[in-house]
């Protein structure tokens, strides 16, 4: 399904739900209704690129250099600029022909509708940095059928009894599709904890979810579980990471789950404007796209890094392209989820049991390094595979997909309240929770030392080699190394008890290749930062023969990934030379976790 073409959902809704009966006949499609985190580029329409060679100074990103269409048409960019133009440079501009959508202060961008004869004007105009194409993003998850909920397996349930920490007076921004009224998401007194609603998807102003994701994400991160428990005729209560969160509802994605850059940027920077109104210390995004270029010159990330830098901890989820064969997953984290500064989550599968020990990588969840820049990623992993969380009742997914219902054991307990979906969509709003517990705990944290101590508290005890499979019996095999586990398996009792304070920046690091087939790992610098990463360690060989592991304390030369765990041996990893020798996104859409499939098992 291309990520522009809403006609197959529609469709979809009209005629029967997709289920397993059905799912081999769409595995090969483009791109599935609720993951849009790593797909190939957008296709355009026939004609003449818009910009032939012509790349002044290199300030047009590829994918707009290479865009086809009527070069006497109009185009919609995201415009950087080096300062914020003036009212009388805006106002030439419109004079010009342009359309100012929107004002994306937070990155110095302007989101502009213009004649594809101004681009080239625009790029020789000294006070443009960067031009980009308002791009398409969407959601990072599947429907699936039902399974384990995550409070044993990352020690939620040890730090509720020991620390009886629930997220109260703690904001967090869910940048979404919406958040639907739901009893879990009151407080005791009946009230709503979603305190702030908007929506900044262009002509609907609506901000409950009529997608159908956003809902099931601020569960995870904030539901009660009330309506949920042997009370109310279900086996299991279904709460989230934090029951007593308050939550900002800022709505970005639409009824069939797409969104653009401009929304995306503009929800981000509105996060930062009602900062201190709503106490906002987390944005947890459950959403993305492919990488085109350098975090150091993508809009979307510019936005992530703003709200770092001004005390906002970015959670986002790393995609779910880690099925792609071509590299055994490697090299497919999507943006923003590639810039160093936020908190990437990966995503595992629980086995069912009491302990975490058999828990496994879920297969689509995605691996690093990222394209382009070979950032050390995801950061960490948590549950995302078949989780129970809220429904939005009448939403896309929900009407699409009535199979996923989670209902009470009889009709006289009223009709379902919950539902289930997959992907690190999941994963994501389960780490945010925490993260959350931890600011509750002590709000003098940095976003640095959250993120340090996630990743040093992190669960390492998993094994070298894993696999999962899915319901068609298909085995996916994976090698548990930085790429794929990052840090570790997130322990939020650990991550509570934790008193480090890291001295200094959190950037995830980066890995080069060498010509001996090894892979280092050194400090990520970040221009938009003004420093360099001092809390990981230095050139550790994590892919030759030695090990990457070690260090305790924090310091300016320690590592937070733990203890003595061998991962990749020299350049025998399938997709080596495609992953290191690659310069834009490499997955392909036909690798991702489409709506319908029904997870790993």
Not at 115 to 143: E, F, H, Q
């Amino acid at each position: 399904m291309n990520i522009n073409d809403k006609s197959q959902i529609t469709k979809r809704r009209k005629d029967r739900p997709l289920g397993s009966s059905a799912l081999s006949a769409v595995r090969g499609h483009a791109l599935g209704l609720a993951l849009l985190v790593l797909s190939a580029a957008p296709s355009y329409a026939d004609g003449h690129s818009l910009l032939g060679t012509l790349n002044p100074e290199g300030k047009f990103s590829k994918d707009l250099q290479q865009q086809r269409g009527d070069a006497n048409g109009m185009v919609t960019v995201i415009v950087q600029f080096h300062q914020m133009p003036n009212n009388a440079s805006v106002k030439a501009m419109q004079e010009h022909g342009a359309k100012l959508n929107s004002n994306l202060h937070s990155i110095r961008a302007l989101t502009l509708t213009v004649p594809v004869s101004m681009l080239a004007n625009l790029a020789n105009n000294p006070n443009v940095a960067y031009i980009t194409p308002d791009r398409a993003v969407g959601v990072s998850s599947t429907t699936t059928t039902a399974y384990e909920q995550f409070a044993t397996a990352v020690e939620n349930d040890v730090a509720a009894s020991q620390f009886a920490l629930d997220g109260t007076g703690v904001g967090v921004a869910v940048i979404d599709s919406g958040i639907a009224d739901h009893a879990d998401l009151h407080n005791a007194n009946g009230a709503s904890r979603v305190v702030y609603n908007q929506s900044f998807v262009v002509g609907d102003t609506t901000t409950s979810d009529k997608f159908g994701h956003g809902t099931h994400v601020a569960g995870l991160l904030g539901g009660t579980g009330i309506s949920s428990g042997v009370a109310n005729g279900y086996q299991a209560a279904y709460a989230g990471t934090a029951p007593n969160v308050n939550l900002v509802n800022l709505r970005v994605l639409d009824q069939y789950g797409f969104g653009t850059d401009s929304q995306v940027i503009a929800a981000i920077q509105q996060a930062i404007a009602l900062q201190s109104t709503y106490n906002i210390r987390v944005i947890s995004m459950s959403l993305g796209r492919p990488v085109f270029e350098s975090y150091t010159l993508d809009p979307v990330d510019q936005a992530v890094e703003a709200a770092w830098k001004a005390g906002i901890v970015v959670v986002v989820a790393a995609g779910n392209n880690g099925r792609y064969a071509a590299t055994n997953g490697y090299g497919t984290i999507g943006a923003p989820a590639n810039d160093p500064a936020v908190i990437t989550v990966g995503a595992t599968l629980t086995s069912g049991t009491a302990t975490r020990v058999d828990d496994m990588i879920a297969s689509y969840s995605s691996k690093g390094p990222t394209v382009i820049d070979h950032i050390v990623k995801p950061d960490l992993v948590a549950p995302g595979n078949r989780l129970v969380s809220l429904r939005a009742a009448g939403s896309t997914l929900d009407a699409t997909f009535p199979q996923f219902e989670v209902a009470p054991s009889s009709p006289s307990y009223g009709k379902a309240a919950y539902f289930e979906l997959s992907g690190t969509s999941m994963s994501t709003p389960v780490v945010s929770g925490a993260v959350a517990l931890m600011l509750q705990k002590n709000p003098t944290l940095t976003p640095d030392q959250v993120k340090a101590r996630l990743m040093k508290s992190a669960w390492k005890g998993f094994s070298q080699y894993s696999w999962s499979s899915d319901l068609l019996g298909t085995i996916y095999n994976n090698e548990d190394d930085i790429f794929t586990y990052g840090a570790g398996y997130l322990d939020v009792d650990a991550a509570l008890n934790n008193t480090d304070l890291a001295n200094g920046l959190a950037l995830s690091p980066t890995a080069t290749v060498h010509s001996n087939g090894n892979v280092t790992i050194a400090n990520t610098s970040s221009s938009a930062f003004g420093g360099t990463s001092v809390v990981w360690g230095a050139n550790s060989v994590v892919w030759g023969n030695s090990v990457v592991w070690g260090a305790s304390a924090f310091s300016s030369t320690s590592v937070v990934w733990g203890a003595q765990s061998v991962v990749w041996g020299a350049n025998s990893v399938s997709g080596f030379s495609v992953v290191w020798g690659a310069t834009s996104t490499i997955a392909s859409s036909t690798a991702a976790l489409t709506n319908g499939d029904l997870g790993d098992k």
